[in-house]
C-alpha cells in the first residue's frame, strides 16, 4: 500500500489504542455544541427517541426514465418530513438515503409519537394518493421509533475554508438503527414501536381511539412478538394503524403535546 495512504490507517489505528473519553449529558445538544476538534471525544445523552421514516416502494421510481416526477416525489417526502419534524422542535433532524430521521430527548416521548402520527396521516392521505395520481405508482411509508442511550461525536474533516461539508455527526448506539429496523416491519400504513418506548405512553389520549366514526372506543396499540427475530434487543414491539380523526385530530394532538410539560 502506498505510504500516503497507510499512514492515514496508521494514525487511525493510533487514535483507537489511545481510547477515548466520554462526557455525560442530559439533552441532544445543539449540533455547533458537538465535538470534532478531539478525535478521542464523544458526548454520551441517555435515553434518546429516536423517529424514523422512509418511503416503502421507493425503487419504483426510476430517476433513469421519470426524472421529473421521481425527483418531485423524493422531495416532497423529505421535504414534509424535515419541515414537520422541526415544527415538532426535534432537536436533531438529518436525512439517511430515501428516510429522515428526527431525535427527541427523553422527556419527550408524547412530542415523537404525535410527529409520527402527524406524518402518517400526511403519507396516508396526501402523499400516497397525490404520487399516484402523478406517477401511477404507489408509494406508501415506514414509520418507526425506538429509545435507549446513544453516544455522539462529529466524524470527518474539520473545517476548511468555511467549508463543513465533510463532517457529519455520528450517533452511535442501538436507537437509530433500531427505529430503521422497525419501520421496515411496518406494512405501508402502520407505526411500530418498540416496548421500551411504548412504556412511556400512560394516556388513554394515546391508548385508546376517540370512538369515530361508530361510537367504538377501542386500544389503537397492537402487540408484536420479535422474540425469535435477532435483529432486534428486545423482545416486543407495538403497532398503531391509527391516523388523526377528522373530528377530534386537532384536538387530541394538542392536548397529547401537553403530557409531555
Known amino acids: 500500500m502506498p505510504s500516503r495512504y497507510r499512514e492515514v490507517i496508521d494514525k487511525q489505528v493510533e487514535i483507537f489504542k489511545e481510547g477515548s473519553t466520554v462526557q455525560d449529558r442530559t439533552k441532544i445538544p445543539d449540533t455547533k455544541d458537538i465535538p470534532i476538534e478531539n478525535p478521542k471525544h464523544w458526548l454520551k445523552i441517555p435515553d434518546v427517541i429516536c423517529l424514523f421514516v422512509d418511503m416503502k416502494g421507493s ?16 422531495q416532497l417526502f423529505t421535504r414534509t418530513a424535515v419541515r414537520l419534524f422541526d415544527k415538532f422542535e426535534s432537536p436533531y433532524i ?7 430521521m428526527a431525535l427527541f430527548n427523553h422527556d419527550e416521548s408524547y412530542k415523537a409519537v ?6 402518517k396521516t400526511f403519507a396516508k392521505f396526501v402523499y400516497t ?31 476548511i475554508d468555511g467549508r463543513t461539508d465533510r463532517q457529519n455527526e455520528l450517533w452511535a448506539g442501538k436507537p437509530v438503527n433500531m427505529a ?14 418498540s416496548d421500551r418506548f ?9 391508548l385508546k381511539s376517540c370512538g369515530c366514526p361508530e361510537g367504538i372506543i377501542e386500544s389503537l396499540w397492537e402487540k408484536v412478538d420479535l422474540s425469535q427475530d435477532n435483529k432486534f434487543d428486545f423482545n416486543y414491539a407495538f403497532k398503531c394503524k391509527s391516523h388523526w ?17
Open 59 to 74: 425503487t419504483k421510481l426510476s430517476a433513469s426514465n421519470h426524472d421529473k416526477s421521481t425527483a418531485a416525489a423524493f
Open 94 to 100: 438529518d436525512i439517511k438515503g430515501d428516510g429522515v
Open 114 to 119: 404525535v410527529a409520527a402520527i402527524t406524518f
Open 129 to 159: 394518493p397525490t404520487i399516484q395520481i402523478k406517477t401511477g405508482l404507489e408509494i406508501k411509508t415506514h414509520i418507526g421509533i425506538d429509545q435507549k442511550t446513544v453516544l455522539v461525536r462529529k466524524i470527518g474533516l474539520k473545517k
Open 180 to 193: 430503521s429496523k422497525l419501520a421496515s416491519l411496518s406494512n405501508g400504513d402502520e407505526l411500530m414501536v
Open 198 to 206: 411504548f412504556k412511556n405512553m400512560k394516556s388513554d389520549l394515546v
Open 245 to 261: 380523526c377528522a373530528e377530534h385530530g386537532e384536538e387530541y394532538c394538542e392536548s397529547i403535546l401537553k403530557l409531555d410539560s
